[in-house]
C-alpha cells in the first residue's frame, strides 16, 4: 500500500534530511531514515534489563532487600 504524506512540517524534515545526507531522493531518505529508526529501538535496553544491572551492582555494594516497607517513611518525608 503506498504511504501518501501530505504534512508540509513533514515534507520541510525530509528535505532538511536529504541536504545532510545528500540525498536526492525522498523515498529513499524516509526508508533510511525509518531503519535508523527501528535499529535504535531495537538496539535500547528495556527497563527491566536496566533496573536488574542496578540491583546487581546494589548487590556487589551490601545493600540487600530488607523485606520493610518504607511507604510511611517516604509519606512523612514528603509531608503527606
Known amino acids: 500500500m503506498p504511504l501518501f504524506i501530505r504534512n508540509p512540517e513533514v515534507d520541510t524534515l525530509v528535505d532538511k534530511v536529504m541536504a545532510a545526507t545528500g540525498s536526492k ?5 524516509v526508508r533510511k ?6 535499529e535504535a529501538v531495537n ?3 528495556s527497563l527491566a534489563s536496566r533496573v536488574a544491572k542496578v540491583q546487581q551492582k546494589a548487590a556487589l555494594t551490601g545493600l540487600r532487600p530488607d523485606g520493610r516497607d518504607d511507604k510511611d517513611l517516604m509519606d512523612e518525608q514528603w509531608g503527606v
Not at 33 to 38: F, G, K, R, S, T
Open 33 to 38: 531514515a525509518l531503519l535508523l529508526q527501528l
Open 43 to 45: 538496539a535500547k535496553e
Open 25 to 29: 531522493d525522498k523515498t529513499e531518505t
